[in-house]
T-cell receptor, first 113, second 114 residues
Framework: AQSVTQLDSQVPVFEEAPVELRCNYS??????LFWYVQYPNQGLQLLLK??????LVKGINGFEAEFNKSQTSFHLRKPSVHISDTAEYFC???????????FGSGTRLQVQP | KAGVTQTPRYLIKTRGQQVTLSCSPI?????VSWYQQTPGQGLQFLFE???????NKGNFPGRFSGRQFSNSRSEMNVSTLELGDSALYLC?????????????FGPGTRLTVT
């Protein structure tokens, strides 16, 4: 069975500082990895995805993530955050023909001025 | 293109009642999935429909059901509502079925059971 662990439930950071949101997954088969963002009272918006190929994936709003197969990680990074990045971020995995996303518990990013 | 739309956005029901939620996917998308989001359990997969057929089902009781119409619109139904069914129900659409296909989410329907 697949599972996703987001190691930090909350990450406070000052505006313009860099940030890394950590995500580890477990799966015995090939996986596809996603990061979604959820703003208050809204649905989920796809930030980026890893399907295959280059392990460094660039997404929207200046975010990027690196797939590390040996460490089974898919950490999300942004070199300089803005107040508007305050939201909840979810890492998700699919694969093995299940055709469903398995989500982590989420990380609340709080950007302070 | 218009995004995924869900109706209603908010709903209040009483224990024991039933409820039907509606989802209209992005035009041209044929796969619709449903997820339940609660503070305690997080985001959990309910089921997926593709070409009017249920392709996959999560670990939820039979009180949760769904269907998909020929225009790809989908409905989910919850019968005999329990307090624990209070949640944000998210619908997601995808052009095709399959693990590699990214899913586009709607704004959700917030169901409160009293």
């Amino acid at each position: 069975a697949q599972s996703v662990t987001q190691l930090d439930s909350q990450v406070p950071v000052f505006e313009e500082a860099p940030v890394e949101l950590r995500c580890n997954y477990s799966s015995s088969v090939s996986v596809y990895l996603f990061w979604y963002v959820q703003y208050p009272n809204q649905g989920l918006q796809l930030l980026l995805k890893y399907l295959s190929g280059s392990t460094l994936v660039k997404g929207i709003n200046g975010f990027e993530a690196e797939f590390n197969k040996s460490q089974t990680s898919f950490h999300l990074r942004k070199p300089s955050v803005h107040i508007s990045d305050t939201a909840e971020y979810f890492c998700a995995v699919s694969g093995s023909g299940r055709r469903a996303l398995t989500f982590g518990s989420g990380t609340r990013l709080q950007v302070q001025p | 293109k218009a995004g995924v739309t869900q109706t209603p956005r908010y709903l209040i029901k009483t224990r024991g009642q039933q409820v039907t939620l509606s989802c209209s996917p992005i035009s041209g998308h044929r796969s619709v999935s449903w997820y339940q989001q609660t503070p305690g359990q997080g985001l959990q997969f309910l089921f997926e429909y593709f070409s009017e057929t249920q392709r996959n089902k999560g670990n939820f009781p039979g009180r949760f059901s769904g269907r998909q119409f020929s225009n790809s619109r989908s409905e989910m139904n919850v019968s005999t509502l329990e307090l624990g069914d209070s949640a944000l129900y998210l619908c997601a659409s995808s052009p095709r079925t399959g693990d590699m296909n990214e899913q586009y989410f709607g704004p959700g329907t917030r169901l409160t059971v009293t």
